[in-house]
């Protein structure tokens, strides 16, 4: 029986040592290069406080970001992973446009098996990409930007009658789910044709599976490491970023769209039509052209389209009611330019609006939904003005919410403060991304922008917002949150304006 334990015990013992090892091993990457960083855990590298709950992801790189700025670069390890943070604004312009052939991708790995609609533009790189990204682009000309503002603007004004019909005087409303329930309308009406309905009932279908996207959980953060961390791993235990009933849903959706308009014969010059012209001349593409493939686009605008402009939209509001100087500014501005112009809104109206740009421009300086830029190596890479290599495959970071809270870039950071943004004031132009840069910054970035400002309008026409007591000033960070949003939502208090 002792001697059942003894063994037993150096089972262990030797379990743990070899997990040890295989937890560190990688951990001498950056020292053996010489990059500066700080020193790692075993198994969680310099993510301690974020894998055991105590602070958000980019909580963390921005500690580590404020004790190392000064270094033009520094090696960090996600578990892991080795990860370059690039500090140096100069080299986040090389990184992003100069070298862009050595950093096309982002590094996430896709499993087009299991999950189909990981292959999106988003995700896809190297000669896929760049064939997509061509075919996309004309969505989203000025031209085109102009006539999906009329079908935004229609919209918008569903969205009044909705907030004047259940929002009475001095209502908490959680401002983020409404916001998503306009711009999931939004996107359906613009991008797909679609009536999404997401304002009118309240079980929309669209609007639940939008949840379940970017639904807030403990769970959904673990698998996003576990991917990160361990892809061969997360392949073999067969897990899923999106389940089989969310992948089925979006398909069905978009197959029976397309089909409807090519039994029709109709024609929206919308995203849509352009994934069914993809389709119908693949033979002209040099790679299979597949329903899911083109599925896969249609999902990630619909999941991009609607929760970051939500998100800025809640955001924007949390920060007007606080400011609440700057609140009567926008607002003044809104109520003399639909005075002027008889009522009416259109993309040279909106553009009028000066002072609403700079409140939106401040809001995605502030708290932009994306918080890192991720960029991967596909060749070794010398960085300029050093001797240091990295190989091929090198996770890179670019710290976009650190450059947009640092103090050298933007005075007073944590202010909100829109004039930061008129014409005359000059900045690096890497120090403010909220929609990336390169050839692979946001596609859809000027159609958030609008639908952003078409919802403020909307909503400030007839509210003025203000804090309530569930109110939390400065807001807590949600730890578990795939994009950037204040734990508990923006609860916020309208009061109704008589006109």
């Not at 690039?86 to 096309?104: E, G, S, T, Y």
């Not at 673990?222 to 361990?230: E, G, K, P, Y």
């Not at 970051?308 to 800025?312: E, K, L, M, N, R």
């Given at each position: 029986?002792?001697?059942?334990?003894?063994?037993?015990?150096?089972?262990?013992?030797?379990?743990?040592?070899?997990f040890?090892?295989?937890?560190?091993?990688?951990?001498?990457?950056?020292?053996?290069?010489?990059?500066?960083?700080?020193?790692?855990?075993?198994?969680?590298g310099?993510?301690?406080?974020?894998f055991f709950?105590?602070k958000?992801?980019?909580e963390?790189?921005?500690t580590?970001?404020?004790?190392?700025k000064?270094?033009?670069?520094?090696?960090?390890?996600n578990?892991?992973?080795?990860?370059?943070i690039?500090?140096?604004?100069?080299?986040?312009?090389?990184?992003?446009?100069?070298?862009?052939?050595?950093?096309?991708g982002?590094?996430?790995k896709?499993?087009?098996?299991?999950?189909?609609?990981?292959?999106?533009i988003?995700?896809?790189?190297?000669?896929?990409?760049?064939i997509i990204r061509?075919?996309l682009?004309?969505a989203?000309?000025?031209?085109?930007?102009?006539?999906?503002?009329t079908?935004?603007?229609?919209?918008?004004?569903h969205?009044?009658?909705?907030?004047?019909?259940?929002v009475?005087?001095?209502?908490?409303?959680?401002?983020?789910?409404?916001?998503?329930?306009?711009?999931?309308?939004?996107?359906?009406?613009?991008a797909?044709?679609?009536?999404?309905?997401?304002?009118?009932?309240?079980?929309?279908?669209?609007?639940?599976?939008?949840?379940?996207?970017?639904?807030?959980?403990?769970?959904n953060m673990?698998?996003?490491?576990?991917?990160?961390?361990?892809p061969?791993?997360?392949k073999?235990?067969?897990?899923?970023?999106?389940?089989?009933?969310y992948?089925n849903?979006?398909?069905?959706?978009?197959?029976?769209?397309?089909?409807?308009?090519?039994?029709?014969?109709?024609?929206?010059?919308?995203?849509?039509?352009?994934?069914?012209?993809?389709?119908r001349?693949?033979?002209?593409i040099?790679?299979?052209?597949?329903e899911t493939?083109?599925?896969?686009?249609?999902?990630?605008?619909f999941?991009?389209?609607?929760e970051?402009?939500?998100?800025?939209i809640?955001f924007?509001?949390y920060?007007?009611a606080i400011a609440?100087?700057?609140?009567?500014?926008l607002?003044?501005?809104i109520?003399?330019?639909?005075?002027?112009?008889?009522?009416?809104?259109?993309?040279?109206i909106?553009?009028?609006?000066?002072?609403?740009?700079?409140?939106?421009?401040e809001?995605?300086?502030?708290?932009?939904?994306?918080?890192?830029?991720?960029?991967?190596?596909?060749v070794?890479y010398?960085i300029?003005?050093s001797?240091?290599?990295?190989?091929?495959?090198?996770m890179v970071h670019?710290?976009?919410?650190?450059?947009?809270?640092?103090?050298?870039?933007?005075?007073?950071?944590?202010?909100f403060?829109?004039?930061?943004?008129?014409?005359?004031?000059?900045?690096?132009?890497?120090?403010?991304?909220?929609?990336?840069?390169?050839?692979?910054?946001?596609?859809g970035a000027?159609?958030?922008?609008y639908?952003?400002?078409?919802?403020?309008?909307?909503?400030?026409?007839?509210?003025?917002?203000?804090?309530?007591k569930?109110?939390?000033?400065?807001?807590?960070?949600?730890?578990?949150?795939?994009v950037?949003?204040?734990?508990?939502?923006v609860?916020l208090?309208?009061?109704?304006?008589n006109?």
């Open positions: 029986m002792k001697f059942e334990l003894e063994v037993f015990l150096i089972v262990i013992v030797l379990l743990l040592l070899l040890y090892y295989w937890s560190s091993f990688k951990h001498t990457f950056w020292k053996n290069i010489g990059v500066p960083g700080p020193r790692p855990l075993p198994f969680v310099n993510f301690g406080p974020f709950g105590r958000s992801l980019i963390v790189v921005k580590i970001y404020d004790d190392w000064n270094e033009p670069f520094i090696g960090i390890y578990s892991r992973v080795p990860v370059l690039i500090n140096d604004l100069n080299l986040v312009r090389q990184v992003l446009i100069k070298d862009f052939n050595v950093f096309p982002r590094g996430i896709i499993n087009e098996k299991d999950e189909p609609l990981s292959n999106n988003f995700s896809l790189d190297g000669h896929r990409w760049k061509a075919k682009t004309p989203f000309t000025t031209g085109k930007l102009k006539q999906m503002v079908l935004m603007v229609e919209c918008a004004e969205f009044e009658k909705y907030l004047l019909n259940n009475h005087n001095g209502d908490i409303v959680e401002c983020r789910e409404e916001a998503a329930k306009f711009t999931t309308d939004i996107i359906g009406s613009c797909f044709g679609i009536n999404m309905n997401a304002l009118e009932k309240e079980d929309s279908e669209f609007r639940k599976m939008g949840r379940k996207v970017f639904e807030s959980s403990i769970y673990a698998r996003r490491i576990l991917r990160d961390v361990a061969k791993l997360f073999i235990l067969g897990l899923r970023t999106l389940s089989e009933n992948v849903f979006f398909i069905n959706s978009i197959k029976e769209t397309m089909e409807m308009r090519e039994k029709y014969n109709i024609v929206r010059h919308d995203l849509v039509d352009i994934l069914q012209d993809m389709y001349n693949k033979h002209e040099d790679f299979e052209i597949t493939l083109l599925t896969a686009q249609a999902f990630v605008f999941a991009a389209g609607f970051t402009s939500s998100t800025t809640s924007a509001l920060e007007l609440t100087e700057v609140q009567e500014k607002r003044i501005e109520m003399e330019t639909l005075k002027k112009h008889q009522g009416k809104l259109s993309y040279e909106i553009n009028e609006m000066k002072y609403l740009n700079m409140v939106v421009q809001t995605l300086r502030k708290n932009p939904p994306g918080v890192l830029l991720r960029r991967e190596t596909t070794s010398t300029p003005g001797k240091v290599t990295i190989p091929a495959g090198t670019i710290p976009i919410y650190c450059f947009h809270h640092d103090e050298r870039y933007f005075l007073k950071p944590e202010k403060e829109p004039e930061r943004f008129m014409e005359e004031n000059q900045r690096h132009p890497m120090s403010y991304l909220p929609f990336g840069d390169g050839p692979k910054n946001c596609i000027r159609f958030a922008i639908q952003s400002k078409l919802g403020l309008i909307a909503i400030l026409k007839h509210f003025r917002v203000r804090p309530s569930f109110t939390i000033i400065p807001y807590k960070i949600d730890k578990t949150a795939f950037l949003a204040p734990a508990g939502g609860k208090k309208f009061d109704l304006i006109n």
